[in-house]
């Protein structure tokens, strides 16, 4: 039900819209004032939906008081009811977002049907609202799923430039610091929960971890975390370069969380051990920075912190990545395989196209492949592809019969917001700034 301000300085018309039946028309409470300025004191301790004000008022008429309520109340919808002499002044009262005006003397009929049409419209914006907050809500929890799914994966194994830049993308999380280190926080028990904490208080658990992770870590931009449902362990990625420069400044901060999670230990049931893995420079090592922080874990089993290595930039690791390999392609063969890496390129990335899916078609590993494939062309493989892509969809906005979507698709993007994003970062527009400004 809707709520109705009334707003008339005559106390007799005031008396007889209070008589009308609203309730029919899914109003339910009703209020009257004098003028506009008791109605502005009114909104500011009740919420109301719609007003029905004169237009000609003491103190504050009924312009004045449209004027305010569509600044500090949008969602508001106003009736103003004005004499013949008043039809031009309320004209003017449109542009203050008035939904209509009656003449006096107001004609029951016409104002049931001016409050059914002002009904309709907040019914409307209502059901707008909603499906809003909805479409918010599963982006949020898209948006989660795609973080926890990111981290684990680009702290567990290897990632292609183009997976990572797209995980990044679609997770939000931001990989731009350039020196990043994983820590993780485990409960004693580990890898099973307490004995003594049943199913209900381990979710509950793990919710509490999850969201004293959230204020702490994440609103302090210290990194990014996620929080295993199985086994209750925390890993905690590290992006803040001031903490990872400072040694003993990262493990203060640690020593700050587990005393803040101690005031639930009642709840965990058990205490909390913390470790340090190594810094790395490079994304494709974070794999290692986790392990390392692993290692230290095995057989800890105090209240204490590991100790962790000694913070490093950069690690050596040989074997790792064929990339890494000191090879120059000056042969005609390794030319002729990165030829036919770009032919096969050119003509299939306007479908979803992958480096294994290149590697594969010249039977080379995927790492080699991406190191030779910059050492002979000056490019890197990811930028070769999108640059082929990006071009073909400069092209293809120009038929304005093609949605947007349907271009990203066509060029091998499924995912619209990951193919703005891109267009985006190469052109310096959007793909829809990019079509109005060619057509």
């Given at each position: 039900?809707?709520?109705?301000?009334?707003?008339?300085?005559?106390?007799?018309?005031?008396?007889?819209?209070?008589?009308?039946?609203?309730?029919?028309?899914?109003?339910?409470?009703?209020?009257?004032?004098?003028?506009?300025?008791?109605?502005?004191?009114?909104?500011?301790?009740?919420?109301?939906?719609?007003?029905?004000?004169?237009?000609?008022?003491?103190?504050?008429?009924?312009?004045?008081?449209?004027?305010?309520?569509?600044?500090?109340?949008?969602?508001?919808?106003?009736?103003?009811?004005?004499?013949?002499?008043?039809?031009?002044?309320?004209?003017?009262?449109?542009?203050?977002?008035?939904?209509?005006?009656?003449?006096?003397?107001?004609?029951?009929?016409?104002?049931?049907?001016?409050?059914?049409?002002?009904?309709?419209?907040?019914?409307?914006?209502?059901?707008?609202?909603?499906?809003?907050?909805?479409?918010?809500?599963?982006?949020?929890?898209?948006?989660?799923?795609?973080?926890?799914?990111?981290?684990?994966?680009?702290?567990?194994?290897?990632?292609?430039?183009?997976?990572?830049?797209?995980?990044?993308?679609?997770?939000?999380?931001?990989?731009?610091?350039?020196?990043?280190?994983?820590?993780?926080?485990?409960?004693?028990?580990?890898?099973?929960?307490?004995?003594?904490?049943?199913?209900?208080?381990?979710?509950?658990?793990?919710?509490?971890?999850?969201?004293?992770?959230?204020?702490?870590?994440?609103?302090?931009?210290?990194?990014?975390?996620?929080?295993?449902?199985?086994?209750?362990?925390?890993?905690?990625?590290?992006?803040?370069?001031?903490?990872?420069?400072?040694?003993?400044?990262?493990?203060?901060?640690?020593?700050?969380?587990?005393?803040?999670?101690?005031?639930?230990?009642?709840?965990?049931?058990?205490?909390?051990?913390?470790?340090?893995?190594?810094?790395?420079?490079?994304?494709?090592?974070?794999?290692?920075?986790?392990?390392?922080?692993?290692?230290?874990?095995?057989?800890?089993?105090?209240?204490?912190?590991?100790?962790?290595?000694?913070?490093?930039?950069?690690?050596?690791?040989?074997?790792?990545?064929?990339?890494?390999?000191?090879?120059?392609?000056?042969?005609?063969?390794?030319?002729?395989?990165?030829?036919?890496?770009?032919?096969?390129?050119?003509?299939?990335?306007?479908?979803?196209?992958?480096?294994?899916?290149?590697?594969?078609?010249?039977?080379?590993?995927?790492?080699?492949?991406?190191?030779?494939?910059?050492?002979?062309?000056?490019?890197?493989?990811?930028?070769?592809?999108?640059?082929?892509?990006?071009?073909e969809a400069q092209k293809l906005l120009n038929d304005v019969q093609l949605k947007i979507y349907?271009?990203?698709?066509?060029?091998?993007?499924?995912?619209?917001?990951?193919?703005?994003?891109?267009?985006?970062?190469?052109?310096?527009?959007?793909?829809?700034?990019?079509?109005?400004?060619?057509?």
């Open positions: 039900m809707y709520s109705l301000m009334i707003v008339d300085d005559e106390m007799e018309i005031r008396e007889g819209l209070l008589s009308f039946d609203y309730h029919a028309l899914g109003i339910g409470r009703v209020k009257a004032c004098e003028n506009g300025l008791s109605a502005l004191e009114a909104l500011e301790n009740e919420s109301f939906d719609l007003i029905i004000s004169d237009i000609r008022m003491p103190f504050l008429d009924g312009l004045a008081l449209s004027q305010q309520v569509s600044k500090k109340y949008p969602q508001v919808k106003v009736i103003i009811l004005s004499g013949y002499s008043d039809f031009e002044y309320a004209r003017k009262c449109i542009y203050y977002g008035v939904v209509t005006y009656l003449l006096k003397p107001v004609d029951f009929t016409e104002l049931e049907e001016a409050l059914a049409k002002t009904v309709q419209l907040l019914d409307s914006e209502k059901e707008k609202t909603f499906r809003q907050n909805a479409i918010e809500r599963k982006l949020l929890l898209s948006i989660a799923v795609h973080r926890k799914k990111f981290l684990q994966s680009i702290t567990t194994r290897p990632m292609g430039d183009e997976e990572m830049e797209e995980g990044s993308v679609l997770s939000e999380v931001r990989l731009d610091s350039g020196r990043y280190t994983v820590v993780l926080l485990r409960m004693n028990t580990y890898p099973k929960r307490p004995p003594s904490c049943s199913g209900n208080d381990w979710r509950l658990a793990i919710f509490a971890l999850d969201n004293i992770l959230k204020e702490f870590w994440v609103e302090q931009d210290y990194g990014y975390h996620d929080v295993d449902a199985e086994t209750g362990e925390c890993l905690l990625l590290v992006t803040d370069t001031s903490l990872q420069t400072n040694e003993s400044g990262l493990n203060a901060c640690m020593a700050a969380l587990l005393s803040e999670l101690a005031r639930f230990r009642g709840l965990f049931r058990t205490a909390l051990t913390y470790a340090i893995g190594s810094c790395v420079q490079d994304l494709r090592y974070l794999p290692l920075s986790r392990h390392s922080a692993a290692c230290q874990m095995e057989g800890e089993q105090e209240d204490v912190q590991t100790s962790p290595p000694a913070i490093h930039s950069g690690i050596e690791v040989p074997g790792w990545d064929e990339a890494v390999a000191d090879v120059r392609p000056a042969d005609e063969t390794t030319r002729k395989q990165i030829q036919e890496a770009k032919a096969y390129i050119l003509a299939n990335f306007k479908r979803p196209l992958s480096l294994q899916d290149v590697a594969d078609h010249v039977y080379m590993n995927p790492s080699y492949l991406s190191y030779l494939f910059k050492e002979t062309t000056g490019q890197n493989y990811i930028d070769f592809l999108i640059a082929c892509r990006v071009q349907q271009v990203g698709e066509m060029v091998g993007y499924e995912n619209p917001r990951y193919f703005a994003y891109i267009f985006k970062k190469v052109t310096g527009k959007t793909p829809v700034e990019f079509r109005n400004q060619t057509t």
